[in-house]
């Protein structure tokens, strides 16, 4: 067997990293921030706790990086088209991505809920976010200012207070969640009059 080129090193590490990603995403979801290790995830996932220590730091490395993936798995569906003003129907196409991204990825959400409700983890990740979710708010803001909403910021807010109520609230409940229904309702409520 001829050794391994560097393409091909490269595709193995990131393999690992992706399945240390995983385990530590499920790991995070079960059991929260503050009761996670490094020792748990590597036992999780089958690994010695030096390995992890080869990808990465911390477990605040890693939860950083869960949820900076994350988000920007799901601010890809926000303004398709990458030209900074959203339409309508990109809006839409927002609301229905989002929703699926909610139901293929409950351990995702479970562990952004937590850790959204515990500051000292939330601080950790919130310049990364901010980088991610600024352009993406003003995108946002701008699309309400230009729908003639009366108070574009308060819509904004609204409209993220909502999917963040119906992601928690599916999360708690996912098998009897009418979820069809609410994205429904979310759509009826965000069309132009």
């Known amino acids: 067997?001829?050794?391994?080129?560097?393409?091909?090193?490269?595709?193995?590490?990131?393999?690992?990293?992706?399945?240390?990603?995983?385990v530590a995403l499920e790991v995070f979801?079960?059991?929260?921030?503050?009761?996670?290790?490094?020792?748990?995830?590597?036992?999780?996932a089958g690994i010695?706790?030096?390995?992890?220590?080869?990808?990465?730091?911390?477990?605040?490395?890693l939860v950083t990086s869960i949820m900076i993936d994350g988000f920007r798995v799901m601010t890809e569906s926000f303004d398709k088209d990458r030209d900074g003003v959203l339409t309508e129907n990109e809006l839409h196409y927002f609301i229905d991505t989002s929703f699926a991204t909610l139901e293929e990825n409950i351990p995702f959400w479970r562990m952004y809920?937590?850790?959204?409700?515990?500051?000292?983890v939330y601080k950790l990740i919130t310049p990364q976010l901010e980088t991610i979710l600024g352009p993406f708010m003003q995108?946002?803001?701008?699309y309400f200012v230009n729908h003639g909403y009366e108070d574009p910021e308060a819509e904004l807010r609204f409209f993220s207070a909502m999917m963040d109520g119906v992601g928690l609230h599916f999360i708690l409940d996912p098998e009897n969640f009418p979820i069809e229904a609410v994205k429904k309702k979310m759509h009826n409520l965000f069309k132009t009059k």
Do not use: C, H, W
């Not at 979801?29 to 999780?44: E, H, L, P, W």
């Not at 010695?48 to 490395?61: A, C, P, T, V, W």
């Not at 995108?139 to 701008?142: G, N, S």
């Open 1 to 22: 067997m001829s050794p391994r080129n560097d393409s091909q090193n490269e595709k193995i590490r990131e393999e690992r990293k992706q399945q240390i990603l995983n």
């Open 29 to 44: 979801a079960d059991n929260g921030f503050s009761s996670t290790s490094i020792a748990k995830i590597a036992q999780k």
């Open 139 to 142: 995108t946002a803001l701008t």
């Open 113 to 120: 809920f937590m850790v959204l409700l515990q500051p000292e």
């Open 48 to 61: 010695s706790k030096g390995l992890i220590y080869n990808y990465f730091e911390s477990k605040e490395e």
